[in-house]
């Protein structure tokens, strides 16, 4: 039986995910054995982030500052948003280099059984950003997964969207990512070639 100090650690780090109990009981042990510097660093760091990262309030991404220094980037198209499920895809995407607009950070998908989650989205965020925003929105690229949730919220965002401004382009990554693919593990020049040869759906 570990003491109650390391049961409590265990359980913390279980809630993260992938994180089962054998994996857990090596983090503590090895936190233990590695001694205070690497402790106190994991704890800066943990620190930092509930302290320092915000949301940025424009593309609702994780940042250290609000608006983000992408959103306040003036070399950068404003006009042109490209929606994704979550900071990790806005992540890839950057990657490529092949992207000079803007995002938005959705912070989920839609999933029509689950209200709770629609709510917490930030789809009411986007439609305000199309609709009052300060810089013209003249194209929403809508980067999301081609698996049946990313298809759901795509047709979903595709007639909010229309309604609010008939002539906006809206479109899509272009073919060439596998039905089902997660954009977490595509690789960088599929995702390049995608958002350059993105589908239009007018
Ligand atoms: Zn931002």
């Not at 073919?175 to 977490?184: A, E, N």
Request: net charge positive; hydrophobic share 35%.
């Amino acid at each position: 039986m570990y003491s109650p100090s390391i049961q409590n650690l265990i359980k913390a780090l279980k809630k993260l995910p992938s994180v089962g109990e054998r994996t857990a009981e090596r983090y503590v042990f090895h936190l233990l054995k590695s001694g205070k510097k690497e402790t106190t660093e994991l704890m800066l760091a943990l620190k930092n982030l509930t302290q320092t990262v915000t949301s940025c309030k424009v593309c609702w991404n994780f940042s250290d500052s609000s608006p983000c220094s992408t959103c306040k980037d003036p070399r950068r198209d404003h006009g042109t948003v490209c929606v994704v499920e979550d900071p990790q895809d806005l992540s890839v995407i950057e990657h490529t280099g092949d992207f000079r607009g803007v995002y938005h950070v959705l912070r989920g998908l839609v999933d029509p059984t689950d209200e709770d989650g629609l709510k917490k989205m930030k789809i009411k965020e986007l439609i305000g950003r199309v609709k009052f925003g300060n810089k013209e929105i003249k194209e929403i690229i809508l980067a999301l997964n081609p698996d049946m949730a990313g298809e759901t919220t795509m047709l979903y965002l595709e007639k909010e969207l229309k309604k609010i401004n008939p002539s906006l382009i809206i479109s899509r990554l272009a073919r060439g990512l596998p039905l089902g693919s997660d954009l977490k593990y595509a690789d960088e020049i599929t995702l390049g070639s995608a958002i350059k040869n993105r589908v239009s759906k007018g």
